[in-house]
């Protein structure tokens, strides 16, 4: 079992950066792929952001290519993500979920949840 926290939402003007980061209790950490998701207000959740269990991989959805990048220190069972050049439309609640053993894609089920960040992003 993971518990997931995160942290570092705020509010920032278009073209700024942020930094989320979500913690994850547990000595497991490192069996655990992990991606980032979000919820708009009005629309459904959709995938950001993945890295598998091992590190070695990392996925984006187009709307975060080349401007978000997913990392992850098991040392500290905390995985990031950097959000650069941020658009108004990248307002959102930001989840992190996990997935034992999970390659990060969106393809996966991750079972399990944080309770999310709040994202906002002014023009």
């Known amino acids: 079992q993971v518990q997931l926290v995160e942290s570092g939402g705020g509010s920032v003007q278009a073209g700024g950066s942020l930094r989320l980061s979500c913690a994850a209790s547990g000595r497991t950490f490192s069996m655990y792929g992990l991606g980032w998701f979000r919820r708009a207000p009005g629309k459904e959740r959709e995938y950001v952001a993945g890295?598998?269990?091992?590190?070695?991989?990392?996925y984006y959805a187009d709307s975060a290519k080349g401007r978000f990048t997913i990392s992850r220190d098991n040392a500290k069972n905390t995985v990031y993500l950097q959000m650069n050049s941020l658009k108004p439309e990248d307002t959102a609640v930001y989840y992190c979920a996990a997935d034992l053993y999970g390659g990060g894609s969106s393809r996966r089920v991750y079972g399990h949840w944080g309770q999310g960040t709040q994202v906002t992003v002014s023009s």
């Open positions: 890295i598998s269990y091992t590190g070695g991989r990392t």
